[in-house]
């Protein structure tokens, strides 16, 4: 399962990252960055691009750091960077928690985080993370810069708004205020697995009460997002287990179901039902 | 004779020495088929429809290809059966006007590289008018389906029947009737090295030398040379190390004759190497079957009569040599597993349908037998309300030599005291009070046993009841001490992770007194290897040892003779001890290493009382030996999901005398994690046009360290009068008995709903549409 | 077919300078190119993990990288474990307890484990087990590699 020939092309600035793309998009050119969702699908054939532009090398594109309120992750920031907290406060031990659960170490010390967002599998951990966290794209073409909100970026399966001649350059996640509860619960067949369904709840309790929900459903539709109804039945009302079970009934009514030969809506349901439970469970604890 | 014992003595044989093959594999000096060059690079372009007629094949202009019409000389792959109305369907090497399954060989293209081979077989155009494709096996015997091969009825291409008399008669004495059908989803053996083939030609000789992922060099050999109408002797085979077989490996693989005759037409030397996505596709499947099982018990829960129905789906064709006949036929002979059931009505039909063709997978049909079987017995002891493991006292067999009413004649075994071994070390009563304690708390915790009987090592006696037109079944070892006075041992086994190159060095140690480090045993390559029948069926160890030990004992009395010789002592007085010979009770000794020098180069000094040379044969072909075991396995599923979790699993097993415990171990949890694979997570999964939808490792599942829990063992060992080593076979009871007793632990955890899981694998997703199905969900989501 | 690249590839220690087009991967080159076979081929998908070589010092699945990104790097290979006859820890490990059967896997735990052992002396038990559910075997039932594992994590910290 050999990939078809390509011509790789090595920029070292992101300008000449843009201007690659520019003129090798159009003739079927794309991005390497990590490579592990990319090089198994060109092994199958299933994807033949002329021309790779490899990001590994680009100056600048690795920077890891807190700009004001937000957390800036650079296009070659690989997964394995978030194995320890990179932050102190609730959003680095979120994002710890959340990276032992993407495919396995050696995947982690290559793949990027960039990467899994421009990918945009349904089942992506850190899109689900971008998508509850009302992430920020600073997308870069020649014609210069735009910041994108997730839920302009992420389209659906595998699709998002990226132009063909840009490509995203830095992730920008909003900073969590310090008494931010979160909660990760994912379903999978095996370790590592692409995620059946997951679910990542975020929010704070004012007055003992719950407060600025954000409740995030990956693997369950074609695209992670937030699920206000879910987070309307958290807003303003005291924990509890009854109230969990409530959300994760509001989430599994409020999604449309991906299907396949295995997996009803009844069932996908089921999962985000679950899912959704024990992720504030966990918030919890 | 049982024996409790762990196998520690001042013997080779009981101890666990460190495995001779190890040093090589650990260091990446392993020799593997693709680790070889070749000249030429085969890439096979391969059917994107399950059924079809090939209206035209065209490959790009001036590249190597090849066609069936270039093969019109070749015979097909044609194994043959003598029982059972068995159809004798024949396999082109490649696809010869009609496609059969998805995966099917159409064309072979070669280039100088793998890279270049594939971008032109990515070129080549097939067309193919598409047909109606028979997925399942049921389907393809309705009436009216289209047939797979001409040749068949329905699609049946072998239909068995055992009928005891008086059947009815004895069912109509039943207290009780129970009742499973069962299912059981295709598997594939999904070994981590994929096949691959080196053929090289040698101009010199003419030779061709194929180096091949095999697990029957030799009879690779014979298959490839009459196909190919070549004498044997131009055809050399050689399995170097091959990574893993589990019986996927043992079957003829067309790949490998187009290679021997694609480097006999260019004269130089063609390689191929399988992918993962090919090898998921196109090898070999297997244990894709609906069984129906019925069991009338007495009033004391005695098994009076079993009947069954078995359907294997054995796709497009039929495996060499054993045929597709294999399961259904295995399935129809053993379905009565361990008890003692005298009544039996059982009809199996191998069925034909537009998939890849099934081959044996370690424990071939076992593993879904006995899954059923067990079913049975489960179900009936919840309908006499005893526990499953009363229900299985009063129906183990416990009398030997036993013989089932199928015929097969069981030797010493320790069926119940195994039973009672696993039951006491995993403490049942304690784990109840466990179970009741969760069950309150709204967790459902199960546990599952299961109690089998494993047939191995048997020859070709057992074989020829079989009707294959090919009986395997003997071993030979060739014995030689060289003037070096170091040892080989050329045996027709051709193991590939079995640790034979240890265990087989221990048996001979003990009998020549020469220290396994200094034993070589040689296997796999046809031009060194006496003529013999590979490594499947749990057999090598049984056999292979059967006929090293014979081999050794004639090598013993020459050296104790020659030692007599020398050390002016009668024989009986010699000990061979670490490579010397010494007279019991002083000091006198002599090297066996001088003595072996001695029998070549000094062959005078024995006044013709000895023949020159020290090389000795041995031939073992014995009519076969049952190992026993039961299995336990503790899970816990979460109902909101359906998923199971695999908390602990116990084995205590019985393989008579234990040669290497280590390796012995290492074969039970090896058997054991694909077990809870087939039970839990792998199925080769077909949709309706005939596509296979787990063509990838992340759609196909086998287990990580994450899905296989600490696997307990508990032994012991019935010395057999069956083996002359007294050691049984255990290759395969790991995998026959994991799935019946994680599939019964998954029914006793889920027993407050009155659902039967009767389905492998169990998926999340089934047990979750079961649990539906009930009605008994607790309502709102919350868990009690 | 692209163009050829001359590129220099340390593996143990030795430089291989070879010429091997774009989409040549890292685990074709050092099989073929560099003639180290000790690295193995089970998936070319990136899931079963037997191609792990470690990469400036990171365990890493060689079949997802293309040898020109490897250019100028570190690699180390099982190849490169024992130290002339003196085997690595790891190694007895999984000799002196059957961490072993067909020998088609091992190369790839071998690195995996050392990899991240040497990356991170002090993990935890359960997160070294649970670095193990990266690479997938399929004779030994994974009880004797975690076994041998362990055993050569308590030899590595010694030293």
């Given at each position: 399962m050999k990939p078809a020939p390509f011509t790789r092309h090595v920029p070292r600035t992101v300008d000449e990252v843009v201007s690659a793309l520019a003129e090798f998009a159009p003739l079927d050119g794309r991005i390497l960055a990590g490579g592990q969702s990319l090089v198994p699908i060109m092994a199958f054939r299933m994807a033949r691009p002329a021309h790779l532009i490899d990001i590994n090398e680009v100056e600048g594109l690795d920077r890891l750091a807190v700009d004001g309120d937000y957390l800036s992750i650079g296009a070659r920031v690989r997964h394995g960077a978030f194995h320890k907290p990179v932050i102190d406060g609730p959003l680095g031990k979120l994002l710890a928690f959340v990276v032992s659960h993407i495919a396995h170490y050696p995947i982690r010390m290559r793949g990027t985080f960039c990467g899994s967002l421009a990918h945009a599998d349904p089942a992506s951990e850190w899109c689900l993370v971008a998508a509850t966290l009302d992430a920020n794209l600073v997308v870069k073409s020649v014609r210069g810069e735009r910041i994108v909100p997730v839920t302009d970026?992420?389209?659906?399966?595998?699709?998002?708004?990226?132009?063909?001649?840009?490509f995203l350059a830095e992730a920008r996640l909003p900073l969590l205020p310090d008494d931010t509860k979160f909660g990760f619960y994912e379903f999978s067949r095996r370790a590592g697995d692409f995620a059946m369904s997951a679910a990542l709840v975020t929010y704070r309790l004012v007055d003992g009460l719950i407060a600025d929900a954000h409740v995030g459903i990956g693997g369950a539709?074609?695209?992670?997002?937030?699920?206000?109804?879910?987070?309307?039945?958290?807003?303003?009302?005291?924990?509890?287990p009854d109230l969990f079970v409530a959300a994760g009934e509001a989430a599994a009514n409020a999604i449309e179901p991906l299907e396949d030969i295995q997996t009803t809506a009844e069932y996908r349901c089921d999962l985000v039902r679950a899912v959704t439970r024990r992720a504030l469970e966990r918030s919890t604890q | 004779m049982t024996i409790h014992t762990k196998g520690t003595g001042t013997t080779w044989v009981g101890r666990s020495i460190r495995r001779l093959e190890d040093p090589a594999l650990v260091t990446g000096r392993g020799r593997f088929t693709a680790d070889m060059p070749a000249t030429h690079w085969v890439r096979f372009v391969r059917s994107s429809v399950a059924a079809g007629t090939i209206e035209n094949i065209t490959a790009p202009g001036g590249a190597g290809t090849v066609t069936a019409k270039d093969l019109a000389k070749l015979k097909p792959i044609r194994p043959m059966l003598s029982k059972f109305n068995y159809v004798a369907v024949g396999q082109p090497i490649l696809a010869d006007g009609v496609v059969r399954f998805t995966g099917e060989s159409i064309a072979a293209v070669y280039a100088p590289s793998k890279d270049q081979a594939e971008d032109i077989a990515d070129q080549v155009e097939v067309e193919i008018s598409e047909g109606a494709p028979l997925i399942d096996a049921m389907d393809a015997l309705a009436e009216g389906a289209p047939l797979v091969h001409a040749d068949t009825k329905h699609n049946v291409i072998v239909e068995g029947r055992i009928a005891t008399p008086g059947f009815e008669d004895v069912w109509k004495t039943a207290h009780k009737v129970l009742h499973v059908e069962a299912r059981s989803h295709r598997q594939n053996a999904t070994p981590l090295e994929a096949r691959a083939g080196h053929a090289s030609y040698d101009a010199s000789t003419g030779r061709v030398t194929l180096t091949c992922t095999t697990q029957m060099p030799h009879l690779t050999r014979t298959a490839v040379c009459d196909i190919l109408g070549i004498p044997e002797s131009d055809l050399r085979v050689v399995a170097p190390d091959v990574g893993g077989g589990f019986g996927q490996k043992m079957s003829l693989a067309p790949e490998y004759v187009l290679l021997v005759w694609l480097a006999r037409k260019l004269r130089s030397s063609v390689a191929w190497t399988e992918d993962r996505r090919e090898n998921l596709i196109a090898s070999f499947h297997s244990r894709d079957q609906h069984v129906q099982l019925e069991g009338a018990f007495d009033k004391s829960g005695k098994l009076l009569a079993l009947r069954g129905d078995i359907v294997a789906n054995i796709g497009a064709y039929s495996c060499f040599p054993t045929t597709c006949g294999v399961e259904p036929l295995m399935a129809l002979a053993e379905l009565p597993g361990p008890y003692d059931v005298r009544a039996y009505d059982c009809r199996s039909r191998g069925v034909m349908t537009n998939t890849c063709p099934m081959a044996p997978y370690r424990g071939v049909s076992r593993p879904v037998i006995t899954f059923?079987?067990?079913?049975?017995?489960?179900?009936?002891?919840?309908?006499?309300?005893?526990?499953?493991?009363?229900?299985?006292?009063?129906?183990?067999?416990?009398?030997?030599?036993?013989?089932?009413?199928?015929?097969?004649?069981?030797?010493?075994?320790?069926?119940?005291?195994?039973?009672?071994?696993?039951?006491k070390a995993i403490d049942l009563d304690a784990f109840r009070k466990r179970q009741k304690i969760a069950r309150d708390a709204g967790r459902y915790l199960g546990i599952g046993l299961a109690t089998f009987s494993e047939r191995t090592g048997y020859g070709s006696p057992a074989f020829a009841a079989r009707g294959m037109e090919i009986t395997p079944g003997f071993e030979t070892v060739y014995l030689t001490i060289d003037p070096s006075g170091f040892v080989e041992a050329r045996i027709g086994s051709s193991p590939h992770g079995q640790g034979l190159r240890t265990s087989l060095a221990q048996i001979i140690a003990d009998e020549i007194g020469i220290d396994p480090e200094f034993i070589k045993v040689v296997h796999g390559d046809t031009d060194r290897s006496p003529y013999g029948w590979g490594t499947f069926a749990?057999?090598?160890?049984?056999?292979?040892?059967?006929?090293?030990?014979?081999?050794?004992?004639?090598?013993?009395?020459?050296?104790?003779?020659?030692?007599?010789?020398?050390?002016?002592?009668?024989?009986?007085?010699?000990?061979?001890?670490?490579?010397?010979?010494?007279?019991?009770?002083?000091?006198?000794?002599?090297?066996?290493?001088?003595?072996?020098?001695?029998?070549?180069?000094?062959?005078?000094?024995?006044?013709?009382?000895?023949?020159?040379?020290?090389?000795?044969?041995?031939?073992?072909?014995?009519?076969?030996t049952f190992?026993?075991?039961?299995?336990?396995?503790?899970?816990?599923?979460?109902?909101?999901?359906?998923?199971?979790?695999?908390?602990?699993?116990?084995?205590?097993?019985?393989?008579?005398?234990?040669?290497?415990?280590?390796?012995?171990?290492?074969?039970?949890?090896?058997?054991?994690?694909?077990?809870?694979?087939?039970?839990?997570?792998?199925?080769?999964?077909?949709?309706?046009?005939?596509?296979?939808?787990?063509?990838?490792?992340?759609?196909?599942?086998?287990?990580?360290?994450?899905?296989?829990?600490?696997?307990?063992?508990?032994?012991?060992?019935?010395?057999?009068?069956?083996?002359?080593?007294?050691?049984?076979?255990?290759?395969?009871?790991?995998?026959?008995?994991?799935?019946?007793?994680?599939?019964?632990?998954?029914?006793?955890?889920?027993?407050?709903?009155?659902?039967?899981?009767?389905?492998?694998?169990?998926?999340?997703?089934?047990?979750?549409?079961a649990l539906r199905a009930s009605g008994k969900l607790p309502s709102n989501g919350k868990l009690a | 077919m692209s163009d050829k690249t001359d590129i220099t590839l340390t593996i143990n220690g030795q430089s291989h300078a070879i010429r091997v087009e774009s989409r040549r991967t890292l685990a074709d080159a050092i099989r073929e190119d560099c003639g180290q076979t000790g690295t193995h081929i089970g998936c070319e998908h990136g899931v079963c993990g037997a191609c792990t070589v470690l990469v400036n010092g990171e365990p890493v699945r060689s079949c997802l990288m293309f040898a020109q990104q490897a250019d100028g790097k570190q690699i180390r290979t099982v190849e490169g474990l024992a130290d002339g006859d003196e085997m690595h820890p790891m190694q007895r490990a999984f000799m002196e307890n059957h961490g072993l059967q067909c020998g088609f896997c091992t190369p790839g735990f071998l690195m995996l484990a050392v990899g991240v052992l040497e990356r991170e002396p002090d993990i935890s038990d359960h997160d070294l087990v649970d670095v193990l559910s990266s690479n997938l075997c399929r004779c030994t039932g994974y009880q004797n590699i975690i076994k041998a594992v362990r055993a050569a994590a308590v030899e590595m910290r010694q030293s």
């Open positions: 970026f992420l389209e659906g399966i595998m699709s998002t708004s990226l132009a063909e001649d840009e539709e074609d695209r992670a997002r937030r699920i206000t109804e879910a987070e309307d039945v958290l807003n303003g009302q005291v924990p509890s | 059923v079987l067990e079913r049975l017995m489960d179900k009936a002891a919840a309908a006499f309300g005893i526990e499953p493991t009363e229900l299985r006292r009063r129906n183990l067999i416990d009398k030997f030599p036993y013989t089932s009413a199928t015929g097969l004649v069981f030797d010493d075994g320790s069926y119940k005291e195994t039973m009672e071994m696993a039951i749990s057999r090598s160890l049984v056999l292979s040892g059967g006929a090293s030990l014979l081999a050794a004992q004639k090598i013993r009395a020459k050296l104790l003779k020659m030692a007599s010789h020398f050390l002016e002592a009668a024989p009986e007085d010699i000990t061979l001890q670490s490579g010397s010979a010494h007279v019991i009770g002083t000091d006198r000794s002599v090297t066996i290493a001088s003595m072996a020098r001695a029998a070549y180069h000094q062959t005078h000094i024995f006044k013709g009382e000895i023949e020159p040379g020290l090389t000795e044969t041995g031939t073992y072909d014995p009519s076969g190992s026993n075991a039961c299995h336990v396995a503790i899970v816990e599923v979460d109902i909101e999901t359906g998923r199971v979790e695999m908390e602990k699993f116990l084995v205590a097993e019985d393989a008579g005398l234990i040669i290497n415990p280590m390796i012995a171990d290492g074969q039970v949890h090896g058997g054991v994690a694909q077990g809870i694979g087939n039970a839990l997570l792998e199925e080769i999964i077909y949709d309706e046009t005939g596509n296979i939808l787990t063509s990838t490792l992340a759609d196909f599942l086998p287990p990580t360290t994450h899905e296989i829990p600490e696997i307990e063992l508990h032994h012991i060992e019935t010395l057999t009068g069956n083996s002359i080593t007294k050691a049984k076979g255990l290759g395969e009871g790991g995998a026959i008995g994991a799935p019946a007793a994680v599939i019964s632990a998954i029914n006793d955890a889920l027993s407050p709903f009155g659902i039967s899981i009767d389905e492998m694998p169990a998926t999340p997703q089934r047990i979750r549409a | -």
